[in-house]
Structures are given as C-alpha cells and as structure tokens.
C-alpha cells in the first residue's frame, strides 16, 4: 500500500497528520492518515492513481510546520535473528518496484526509543547494511556518488524494519529534523538553542552570513534572561532588549545590549532596525499582528517569533494565525516570504520566519 511515513514531536501526531492530509488535497492528492500514538509518528496513504512518490513531487517539506521529517516507505519486513542483512536484501528484491538512486542509507530510530541495545545495534549495523545492499547492486556503487536519494531504515524493535527512502532535495537537512546542538556555558538560558536552530533550518546555510553578519542591529522582544539576546550579540549585532525581567548581568557587560524595560507589544524602535525576535509567551495571534505591523511598517527586515498554540487545537490555531500573518502582510503591500516550523527545541510553540523581499 502506498505509504509515507511522517515523524513530528511525539504527541503532535494528530497535527502532523491533519496538516499532512490537508496540504496534500490542495496538491489534488487525496489520502488518510493513521497517527502511531506518542510515538512521533504519523502513516499517511495517498489514495490511488496517485502514489507516495507523487507526494513527494509536489508538496515540500519546508511548506509544512508540524512534520519534521518524512519519507517514502518502499516495504516492511520482519527481521530474523540471524542474517538481518540478507533479509533487507531479499525483501527489497521482492519489491516489484524501483526507487530513485541512493548512495548511502541512514538507519533510523523513533525518537522515544529507550532500548539502548536497539540504539547500538543500529549504529553498528549501518556499515554491514550498506556493504551487504551495495554488494546486491540496491546502493550505488559509489558512495561518494550524488545521488538524488538516501535509503532510509527505520527500526522500531529487533523483529522488523520498515524501508524506504528520501529525497535529497524534500528531507529535512538533520537526520528526523533533529539538529545535534550544544549549548555554551555562556549562554543565559536554554532557548539559546531555539533561536540557533531556526536559523539552522529557515536560513540558506550559504547566506547566513547575509542575513546574520556585517553588524546588524536587533531588537529581542520578551527578552529576559537572555538566551536570544546572546545569540544576537554572538553574530555582532547590537541589540535591544525588551522586557521587564534582569537580563543576565555577564551578557549586559558585552556593551552590545541595551535594556529596555517595557511591554514589548507597545515597544517600537525610533527607525527600521534588521531583525525582530520575539520569545513572549502569550495569545499566538497577538503576536502574529504585532509581527504584520513590524514587517508592514518596515519596522524590521527579518523577524523570528514563536506562537505558543493552546492544546487540543494547535493545528486550527496555526492556521488562524497564518491568516493573520498572510493576509496583514499582503494587505501592508509588502513581499515576504513566511516560514514555520515545530522545532526539535520548541515544545508546545511553533516558531516562525519571516522575511521581507522585494
Ligand atoms: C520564554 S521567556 C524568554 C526567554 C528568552 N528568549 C531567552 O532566550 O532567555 C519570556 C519572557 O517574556 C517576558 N514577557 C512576558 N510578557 C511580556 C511583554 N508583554 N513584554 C515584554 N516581555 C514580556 C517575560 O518576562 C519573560 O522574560
């Protein structure tokens, strides 16, 4: 049956799958979804003539916010005790289908796995895998080749796998979407993370530096203790930073960083500054207009917030504040191009980007 198998935030299953099966049909590819519970994983079956393959053509994983990563499933197969290999390679044989080219695979794990025998296993298996499908002509010779897939391997136990395989070009740039990111001593807080891995995931890596570099001025909305801050003033930037809390004294005496003491929703700079960042916990569509009003004003360039969504309507919230956020900016007149995400870091937010072009 055809199949994509989507991995989110567990507990996010239901968003993940609703917004999966939603942005599908607007692509004219009807299907259903089969949420795996708190498992971080969500089945999603396209309904025929059209296949897991034709998803993958026309819905881009950067368009959506609650999927962190997905891939194509090419088949399911039960792993004996003895010669795991040989049983990959003879249930891909028995196919009856191709697949774009791979290089390389990539075993995977679902993110609550606590079998720490499963987790070795699968680190050690990658190499004998690869060998054993590249010996049956299943990967590239090469694998150093440019290959427009990976083959993808996800096991949920010892006795099964399911295999696949991902498009270099529609896959999420950290293996699950989950970025390895190491928190400094230095930094304030925690969420210092947060704002690091959305610039991982919504910037060109070619071009952080344009959107980042030369000294650019900032202004960081709910800013205390100072995790975001830091971040900013780690890229040169001089900052303003908003809010009623004490900002981290050792972050203060970087001379980069004025603390205003005021709401961040009535605050606004005396010109257009780059960057706008807000971290404030509060109505998502609150925050939505206040960044129309900030992008529409021309008040900053480039804006990263979170919209902390209420439970058991996350999804429809999302798309109320979309709304918001697509129909203020268009009405201000203004090009822009309007990222979100469910970050690895973020917990019950989702955090957007939003650049003004043109
Ligand atoms: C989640 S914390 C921010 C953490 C920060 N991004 C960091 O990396 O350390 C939210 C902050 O928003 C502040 N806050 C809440 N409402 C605010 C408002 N209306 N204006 C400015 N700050 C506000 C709180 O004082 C709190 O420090």
Redesign the pocket.
């Known amino acids: 049956m055809e199949q994509i198998l989507v991995f989110c935030r567990p507990g996010f299953e239901t968003e993940a799958g609703r917004e999966v099966t939603d942005s599908a049909a607007e692509r004219g590819i009807f299907g259903y979804f089969e949420p795996v519970k708190n498992q971080g994983l969500v089945r999603f079956y396209p309904a025929a003539p059209e296949t897991a393959d034709d998803v993958m053509v026309r819905l881009m994983l950067d368009e959506l916010v609650f999927v962190r990563d997905w891939i194509v499933v090419l088949g399911e197969f039960s792993l004996p005790d003895t010669d795991r290999v040989g049983a990959v390679i003879e249930g891909l044989r028995g196919l009856g289908r191709g697949y774009p080219g791979c290089a390389r695979l990539e075993v995977r794990l679902s993110e609550n796995n606590a079998d720490g025998d499963l987790g070795n296993f699968a680190r050690k298996w990658v190499s004998p895998l690869s060998r054993g499908l590249r010996g049956a002509g299943l990967l590239e010779a090469d694998q150093n080749a440019s290959a427009p897939a990976r083959l993808e391997v996800f096991l949920p136990d010892f006795a099964s796998v399911v295999v696949g395989y991902s498009l270099a070009d529609n896959r999420a740039r950290y293996v699950g979407g989950i970025p390895r990111l190491r928190l400094p001593a230095s930094a304030?807080?925690r969420?210092?993370l947060?704002?690091e891995e959305a610039w991982k995931v919504f910037l060109p890596p070619e071009q952080e530096l344009d959107y980042l570099g030369g000294g650019k001025k900032a202004a960081?909305?709910?800013?205390?203790?100072?995790?975001?801050?830091?971040q900013l003033v780690r890229q040169g930037m001089m900052v303003t930073a908003?809010?009623?809390?004490p900002m981290n004294a050792e972050l203060m005496a970087s001379g980069q960083v004025e603390h205003v003491e005021?709401?961040?929703?009535g605050w606004r700079p005396k010109r257009g500054i780059d960057w706008m960042v807000c971290?404030?916990?509060?109505q998502p569509r609150k925050t939505a207009k206040l960044a129309v009003t900030w992008l529409g004003e021309g008040l900053c360039r480039y804006t990263v917030f979170n919209l902390k969504l209420p439970m058991k309507k996350r999804y429809d919230e999302w798309l109320i504040c979309r709304d918001i956020l697509v129909n203020g900016l268009s009405a201000a007149g203004i090009g822009f191009r309007l990222k979100a995400r469910h970050l690895y870091h973020d917990r019950e937010e989702i955090t957007c980007f939003i650049e003004r072009t043109g």
Do not use: Q
């Not at 960081?220 to 830091?230: R, S, V, Y």
């Open positions: 304030p807080s969420s210092a947060k704002l960081d909305l709910g800013a205390a203790p100072g995790g975001w801050t830091w908003v809010d009623n809390g005021a709401d961040g929703y971290d404030i916990v509060d």
